[in-house]
């Protein structure tokens, strides 16, 4: 089976950009999006097909994706950034593949 | 404006079957050519892929879960349904429903249900 590694947390100051990696087998074969979940929520779309933003989600949020690493940044970091984010990756063999998750810290 | 909901029993016993049903307004499931999801989410843990389907004919699961579950579709009702057999409490989760964005390829998820959550105890 297909994994997808994310580090468990990660803290920022406010202002500070926030980098929130993925890491997978040739993962940059793949499409990759990325998903904010704050408490209590569906999560919510903030990247997909690697670096594109759907309506409404801040430039701030921007992706990458290359290799065996994809990265999801937060620049200019606020304290509603603060929430629970997940990769995604699909291709046609592997279907829909989640990422474990990491917490953002915002303080 | 694309909505989604998920229904169906909040608490199953262990060993029995868990069914929810995804009710959708905006879209025609039957003449859309978009992937159809199911996503659960066990308390205090991460996303988990369940399977999806496509054009209401074509049906995909998640290796891991693939002997317990079978998605099927009602679409006089524009609705999908999940059914899981043989829970365990590991089942207990908040179930999400989901459509892709984009036509024929199942890669990235906007429309979202509120989810439900479903717990497996006696």
């Known amino acids: 089976s297909y994994n997808l590694t994310q580090p468990p947390s990660l803290s920022v100051s406010p202002g500070q950009s926030a980098s929130i990696t993925c890491s997978g087998s040739k993962l940059g074969d793949k499409f990759v999006s990325w998903y904010q979940q704050r408490p209590g929520q569906s999560p919510v779309l903030v990247v997909y097909q690697d670096t594109k933003r759907p309506s409404g989600i801040p430039e701030r949020f921007s992706g990458s994706n290359s290799g065996n690493t994809a990265t999801l940044t937060i620049s200019g970091t606020q304290a509603l950034d603060e929430a629970d984010y997940y990769c995604q990756a699909w291709d046609s063999s592997i279907h829909v593949v989640f990422g474990g998750g990491t917490r953002l810290t915002v303080l | 404006q694309l909505q989604l909901q998920e229904s169906g029993p909040g608490l199953v016993k262990p060993s029995e079957t868990l069914s929810l049903t995804c009710s959708v307004s905006g879209d025609s499931i039957s003449t859309s050519s978009y992937y159809w999801a199911w996503i659960r989410q066990p308390p205090g843990k991460g996303l988990e892929w369940i399977g999806f389907?496509?054009?209401?004919?074509?049906?995909y699961y998640n290796p891991s879960l693939e002997s317990r579950v079978t998605i099927s579709v009602d679409t006089s009702k524009n609705q999908f349904s999940l059914k899981v057999k043989s829970v365990t409490v590991a089942d207990t989760a908040v179930y999400y429903c989901a459509r892709c964005g984009r036509h024929n390829f199942g890669d990235f998820y906007p429309f979202w249900g509120q989810g439900t959550l479903v717990t497996v105890s006696s």
């Open positions: 389907m496509y054009s209401s004919e074509s049906f």
